[in-house]
C-alpha cells in the first residue's frame, strides 16, 4: 500500500529551464510534506518542506505547492543546474504519528547542459 | 544542519554472520531514531523506530529477531542484522530529528555473500 506516490520515476530537463516534480498521497491524515535529495550511496538531504495550513512555501530556486484537495504536492525547481540532478523523494508525516516519515518511490532528475 | 552518522559506510559479509551498524547523531540527543533500507531504484522503507531506553518499534513485515535495535543512548542506535542472508543485503540508512524535520545518515551498504 504506498501511501505516497510518484508517479514519474525520471525527469530531464534543460539547464536554466522549470523541473517540476510531482507526489501524491493517499493517507489524509498526513499534515506535513517534505521533499529529500539524495546522491547514490548517500543519506537523503532536506530541500523544503509545507505544512498542511499553507499551499506554498519558497526558499530560494525552490517551491513547494500543496493542494489538499487533490491530494497533490508539486517541488519547482528554478532555474534548474546541473548540480540538481539526483533523486527527489516526497515524503508525508502525520501529527501525533511519532515522527515517523512514509517517503515516495523517487523521481531521478536529470538536468542536461 | 543536524549531523548524523553511520558506521561502517559500506560492509561486506558471509551468509550466516552478524553485522552491527551505528547511528549517531553528533550534535543533538534524539530519543527516537529511525532505521530505514532501500532496494536499488526503490523507495526508502521504514523499518522500524528505535526509542531510547525502551523496545523498538518494528513496521509490519520486519522481523524483529532478524533485525535487533539497542538504542542505548541519547546519541546513538545499533542495527544488527543477525545471521545475514544474500536477501539482508541492501541499502541501510537512518534518521534522526524531531517532528518537523529528520536528519539521515550516509547511510551503510551491506552486501551479503
Known amino acids: 500500500d504506498q501511501q505516497v506516490k510518484q508517479n514519474s520515476p525520471s525527469l530531464s530537463v534543460q539547464e536554466g529551464r522549470i523541473s517540476i516534480l510531482n507526489c501524491d498521497y493517499t493517507?489524509?491524515?498526513?499534515?506535513?510534506f517534505l521533499w529529500y535529495k539524495k546522491y547514490p550511496a548517500e543519506g537523503p538531504t532536506f530541500l523544503i518542506s509545507i505544512s498542511s495550513i499553507k499551499d506554498k512555501n519558497e526558499d530560494g530556486r525552490f517551491t513547494v505547492f500543496l493542494n489538499k484537495s487533490a491530494k497533490h504536492l508539486s517541488l519547482h525547481i528554478v532555474p534548474s543546474q546541473p548540480g540538481d540532478s539526483a533523486v527527489y523523494f516526497c515524503?508525508?508525516?502525520?501529527?501525533?504519528?511519532?515522527?515517523?516519515?512514509?517517503f515516495g518511490t523517487g523521481t531521478q532528475l536529470k538536468v542536461e547542459l | 544542519g543536524a549531523v548524523v552518522s553511520q558506521h561502517p559506510s559500506r560492509v561486506i559479509c558471509k551468509s550466516g554472520t552478524s553485522v552491527k551498524i551505528e547511528c549517531r547523531s553528533l550534535?543533538?540527543?534524539?530519543?527516537?531514531m529511525f532505521w530505514y533500507r532501500q532496494f536499488p531504484k526503490q523507495s526508502l522503507m521504514l523499518m522500524a523506530t528505535?526509542?531510547?531506553?525502551?523496545?523498538?518499534?518494528?513496521e509490519q513485515g520486519v522481523e524483529k529477531d532478524k533485525f535487533l535495535i539497542n538504542h542505548a543512548s541519547l546519541t546513538l542506535s545499533t542495527l544488527t542484522v543477525t545471521s545475514a542472508h544474500p536477501e539482508d543485503s541492501s541499502f541501510y540508512i537512518c534518521?534522526?530529528?524531531?517532528?518537523?524535520?529528520?536528519?539521515f545518515g550516509p547511510g551503510t551498504r551491506l552486501t551479503v555473500l
Open positions: 493517507n489524509s491524515m498526513f499534515d506535513y
Open positions: 515524503a508525508a508525516s502525520a501529527t501525533g504519528g511519532g515522527n515517523k516519515l512514509t
Open positions: 528505535s526509542n531510547e531506553g525502551s523496545k523498538a518499534t518494528y
Open positions: 534518521s534522526a530529528g524531531g517532528t518537523r524535520e529528520q536528519f
Open positions: 550534535d543533538f540527543q534524539a530519543t527516537t
